[in-house]
Every structure is written in C-alpha cells, then in structure tokens.
C-alpha cells in the first residue's frame, strides 16, 4: 500500500473509534445505549474487513436478505399475516 491509502485507511479507523466512544457517551435510556453500542459495533466491524480486504464499502441493498433465502422470507411474511387473524397457505409459482 502506499502511503497515502494507509494514511486514509488510519483515517477511516480512528473516525469508527471515535464515532463508539461519542456514541457511549450519550445521555440515553439503557435498552437505547445498548443499541446504540451494536450499530456502533457493526460499524466498527465493517471498517475492520474494509482495512483487512482493502477493500470499498458496498451496500447489500434492501433485498438482500430476500434475495438470499426467499422461503425464509416467504414464512416471515406468512406468520405476520396469520398474526394479524387470517389463514394463510404458500404454494411455490409454477
């Protein structure tokens, strides 16, 4: 690497640490700090295989998860539906 990517892969990684302690810091009830504490833990984990890969952040998109296993999505959808009173039955296209 040269030294003006590690010097922004630096730059990437002590704006996450800094960005936890700033979020540990805030003035929140308990159960909202706690959240607060794994987004910031996703962060960090994302810039750590960012800097480990070299690699750029992508976005997975909204779909992801129901692009990857759509019988899983299919039986979320289905016990929201039957939480909500009504008889559901999921059949695969032709």
């Known amino acids: 690497m040269t030294g003006t ?3 922004h ?3 990437i990684c ?3 640490v800094a960005l936890l302690f700033a979020v540990r810091d805030l003035p929140v009830d308990a159960f909202a700090q706690d959240a607060s504490l794994a987004v ?3 962060i960090l ?3 750590y295989h960012m ?3 070299g690699t750029c952040y992508q976005d997975l998109g909204p779909e992801y998860f129901t692009r990857r296993n759509p019988a899983k999505a299919a039986a979320r959808l289905a016990n929201r539906i039957r939480n909500l009173g ?3 039955e999921i059949r695969a296209a032709a």
């Open 40 to 42: 910031a833990a996703s």
């Open 14 to 16: 002590l704006s996450a």
């Open 86 to 88: 009504y008889h559901v």
């Open 9 to 11: 892969y630096t730059a």
């Open 51 to 53: 800097l480990r890969d």
């Open 45 to 47: 984990t994302t810039v």
């Open 5 to 7: 990517i590690k010097l």
